[in-house]
């Protein structure tokens, strides 16, 4: 398995908060809803641009 990168993150109680409720709904860590959360913004990224090339040609 690829060795992780550590990156501090800042966030405001508030949506801390969120994210807590929401990782233990999916019963993960704080830290594992934060990364699935990204992966998936990244995916749906990646997606729509492959949708915007295919649009165009």
Known sequence: ?????????????????????????????VNGQIEYLLTECVKKRKNNKEEAHSDQG
Request: charged fraction near 40%; hydrophobic fraction near 45%; proline fraction near 3%.
């Open 1 to 29: 398995m690829a060795e992780k990168k550590q990156v501090p993150l800042r966030l405001s109680e508030k949506l801390y908060a969120e994210i807590a409720a929401w990782a233990e709904d999916d019963f993960r860590s």
